[in-house]
């Protein structure tokens, strides 16, 4: 720490050279903190989906449909505790962009199924009793200042009412949740949808059951899709998290894009900084010999060179991190489509982790050279 002055006082002397070298760093790091938040938004439902929690859908396609009569059969199945069934809505708030996860579904009991939703019961009574109740989640409420009893107008996008291109619901409940919950859905109920709706009446998306046992959950879903098996609507059942991984996939392999951006954005970086710290010593070869002749080590000098690279990587590197935890923090980067936008602890502990291995490899090759130099031949080469 004694010479930290020494190393300011050294990334000052070009003092705009630093500042683009210092942005470009920053960048990198803010682009790997948003790559990390998209990649966990992808990941999130896989990570927290329930052990206990299986869904079924058709064998082809989860937007194919399947008949609502399936439910008897499937909550009959030994081992099956709960089951309930859904459809995706789609719709939009005003206009397109404003989009968000809208279920129609039996809301009791998928609340019972994803007890990580906390309801007010007092609301969650209101929202039962109302067929044109929803109970939706608190981010997404926030975003549009949503509170219990507004009448909300949602234009359809797949499924069109009886009348005109609006539904309309009435906010009943608001529920909450552990920061990595997701509170952006909408839930209405499956009565008002299925009485409203122009078209496929007695169909649903899918099913989504608890266990009593996960271990027998290969047994329940064989059991469950040997049931419907050469029927005109054979299912495909698997636990919560596969279900969830596959839909994802659908994308493409989002991890192995994000390492393969990542690999070259820190690989250029690590060129410009090398090329920073190269040059910062090929003009200081001077005060480096005379550093060595006042008696500093060559353990310190290539301390000192790498101490440059290092500091200049890490404050950069966490300036960048903790603006986009701020932003995320406030919902900053929140959308539709990937509601669930968090900056994890482990993604900040990696960020700093890269950025210290960003300082020491590209400082590496000038403070090696730094510390083999000869006080004679810098002193004949100026």
Same mark, same amino acid.
């Given at each position: 720490?004694?010479?930290?002055?020494?190393?300011?006082?050294?990334?000052?002397?070009?003092?705009?050279?630093?500042?683009?070298?210092?942005?470009?760093?920053?960048?990198?790091? !803010?682009?790997?903190?948003?790559?990390? #938040?998209?990649?966990?938004?992808?990941?999130?439902?896989?990570?927290?989906?329930?052990?206990?929690? %299986? *869904?079924?859908? =058709?064998?082809?396609?989860?937007?194919?449909?399947? &008949?609502?009569?399936?439910?008897?059969?499937?909550?009959?199945?030994? @081992?099956?505790?709960?089951?309930?069934?859904?459809? *995706?809505?789609?719709?939009?708030?005003?206009?397109? &962009?404003?989009?968000?996860?809208?279920?129609?579904?039996?809301?009791?009991?998928?609340?019972?199924?994803? =007890?990580?939703?906390?309801?007010? &019961?007092?609301?969650?009574?209101?929202?039962?009793?109302?067929?044109?109740? !929803?109970?939706?989640?608190?981010?997404?409420?926030?975003?549009?200042? *949503?509170?219990?009893?507004?009448?909300? &107008?949602?234009?359809?996008?797949? *499924?069109?009412?009886?009348? @005109?291109?609006?539904?309309?619901?009435?906010?009943?409940?608001?529920?909450?949740?552990?920061?990595? $919950?997701?509170?952006?859905?909408?839930?209405?109920?499956?009565?008002?949808?299925?009485?409203?709706?122009?078209?496929?009446?007695?169909?649903?998306?899918?099913?989504?059951?608890?266990?009593?046992?996960?271990?027998?959950?290969?047994? #329940?879903?064989?059991?469950?899709?040997?049931?419907?098996?050469?029927?005109?609507?054979?299912?495909?059942?698997?636990?919560?998290?596969?279900?969830?991984?596959?839909?994802?996939?659908?994308?493409?392999?989002?991890?192995?894009?994000?390492?393969? #951006?990542?690999? !070259?954005?820190?690989?250029?970086?690590?060129? !410009?900084?090398?090329?920073?710290?190269?040059?910062?010593?090929?003009?200081?070869?001077?005060?480096?010999?005379?550093?060595?002749?006042?008696?500093?080590?060559?353990?310190?000098?290539?301390?000192?060179?790498?101490?440059?690279?290092?500091?200049?990587?890490?404050?950069?590197?966490?300036?960048?991190?903790?603006? %986009?935890?701020?932003?995320?923090? +406030?919902?900053?980067?929140?959308?539709?489509?990937?509601?669930?936008?968090?900056?994890?602890?482990?993604?900040?502990?990696?960020?700093? $982790?890269?950025? $210290?291995?960003?300082?020491?490899?590209?400082?590496?090759?000038?403070?090696?050279?730094? %510390? +083999?130099?000869?006080?004679?031949?810098?002193?004949?080469?100026?």
């Amino acid at each position: 720490m004694k010479y930290l002055y020494l190393v300011w006082r050294n990334l000052l002397r070009r003092k705009v050279r630093t500042l683009f070298t210092l942005g470009c760093i920053l960048v990198s790091f !803010v682009l790997y903190a948003f790559l990390m #938040i998209v990649r966990a938004a992808f990941t999130m439902g896989i990570d927290f989906a329930g052990a206990d929690r %299986m *869904w079924t859908i =058709h064998k082809v396609s989860i937007i194919q449909m399947l &008949p609502e009569s399936y439910l008897k059969d499937i909550l009959a199945t030994p @081992g099956v505790r709960l089951a309930t069934y859904g459809t *995706w809505f789609g719709g939009s708030y005003q206009n397109k &962009p404003n989009q968000f996860a809208v279920f129609a579904t039996d809301i009791e009991t998928y609340l019972k199924l994803y =007890h990580e939703f906390k309801v007010d &019961p007092a609301q969650l009574k209101s929202a039962l009793e109302d067929v044109q109740g !929803v109970v939706v989640g608190k981010d997404t409420a926030a975003r549009y200042g *949503w509170k219990v009893g507004d009448r909300i &107008p949602i234009l359809a996008d797949i *499924w069109q009412p009886v009348e @005109g291109q609006t539904w309309y619901f009435n906010i009943r409940a608001i529920y909450d949740g552990e920061k990595t $919950v997701d509170k952006t859905q909408f839930l209405f109920n499956r009565k008002y949808f299925e009485e409203n709706r122009r078209f496929g009446k007695g169909t649903v998306n899918f099913y989504m059951l608890k266990i009593e046992d996960p271990a027998q959950g290969a047994a #329940i879903a064989k059991a469950i899709d040997t049931g419907f098996a050469n029927s005109q609507y054979e299912t495909k059942t698997a636990p919560e998290k596969a279900v969830i991984a596959d839909f994802a996939k659908q994308t493409g392999d989002i991890g192995a894009m994000i390492t393969a #951006i990542l690999v !070259v954005v820190f690989f250029t970086i690590l060129i !410009v900084v090398a090329n920073t710290m190269a040059q910062s010593v090929r003009e200081r070869t001077s005060e480096l010999a005379v550093l060595k002749t006042l008696g500093f080590q060559d353990g310190t000098i290539l301390m000192l060179v790498l101490g440059e690279s290092v500091f200049l990587s890490v404050l950069a590197g966490g300036i960048a991190l903790g603006l %986009m935890a701020i932003f995320v923090g +406030r919902g900053t980067f929140n959308t539709a489509m990937l509601p669930v936008f968090v900056l994890s602890p482990q993604a900040l502990i990696l960020g700093g $982790v890269l950025a $210290v291995m960003l300082g020491l490899v590209s400082g590496a090759l000038p403070a090696i050279g730094a %510390m +083999r130099l000869k006080i004679t031949d810098a002193l004949r080469r100026n």
